[in-house]
């Protein structure tokens, strides 16, 4: 049987370079709500990111027992620029209406608009410019929307955090680009550190990258591959039952 230290995982194709890495770990997940729950995790990531307009190239989802992972590659750093037009009230229109209109554009002027024919009239005209957020700043929120719409088929409430989830969630690691993204989960710790095998490998393992999550995991006694995971149980199998 190959032991798991010789496990060797590809390489990450521009790793650090608009990279998503992100593992919730907690209490053990009943084996039956596992797959369908990484699953859904990458997929609400995937629409998550694409929907503010920082989609990934690639999204890869991992799961054991105690752990949830997801790899987002090619996520671009910064959404791109915006525009947006607003039609205010027509020209003429009282100053109440004016002054509204102002106040919901942010415009410290009528001066700011542009007028324009409709052909019904002549209207104001907002064009508002808003500046792309970097992705650093929006990652936070799209992973916790999605951490909060997981459709668990059952979950629980716990003293760490508001948050409900299948079961107790322990730590998060949340590294984007090789920086930890600070997510807001009330007291859990969330780092760049995660844990190995319980019993094989105790202690903490401090990662920096995608590459570096699965080489030193491996290295603590744990696949997080559940299809090699499945292999690596077969081939041993055959081998005994030959033997």
């Known amino acids: 049987m190959t032991s798991v ?33 990484i699953a ?19 999204v890869r989802g991992y799961v054991t027992s105690r ?15 915006r525009t947006e037009e607003r039609r205010g009230p027509r020209v003429g229109a ?31 005209f907002a064009v508002l410019h808003h500046p792309g957020r970097p992705a650093a700043q929006v990652l936070p929120e799209i992973i916790r929307a999605a951490m909060a719409e997981l459709p668990w088929p059952k979950s629980m409430r716990y003293p760490a955090s508001s948050l409900r989830w299948v079961r107790p969630l322990t730590s998060v690691l949340c590294l984007f680009d090789g920086e930890v993204l600070s997510l807001p989960l009330d007291r859990i710790p969330v780092g760049r550190t995660t844990r190995g095998h319980r019993f094989l490998s105790p ?27 499945k292999e690596t149980i077969r081939v041993e199998l055959e081998r005994r039952a030959v033997g």
């Open 5 to 37: 230290d010789e496990i060797i995982y590809a390489p990450i194709e521009n790793a650090g370079r608009g990279e998503l890495l992100l593992e919730l770990l907690c209490e053990e997940i009943p084996a039956r709500m596992q797959q369908g729950a």
């Open 40 to 58: 859904d995790l990458t997929g609400l990531l995937r629409e998550k990111l694409t929907a503010a307009e920082i989609p990934a190239t690639r």
């Open 67 to 81: 752990r949830l992972a997801v790899i987002g590659e090619g996520i671009p750093e910064v959404q791109p620029d």
């Open 94 to 124: 009282p100053q109440p209406a004016i002054d509204g209109f102002l106040r919901s554009t942010g415009l410290a002027s009528i001066g700011q608009c542009e007028i324009r024919d409709t052909g019904r009239g002549e209207f104001y």
């Open 203 to 229: 202690g903490e393992i401090c990662v920096g990258s995608a590459g570096e999550y699965l080489d030193r995991l491996s290295k603590a006694r744990v696949v997080v591959d559940h299809d090699l995971r």
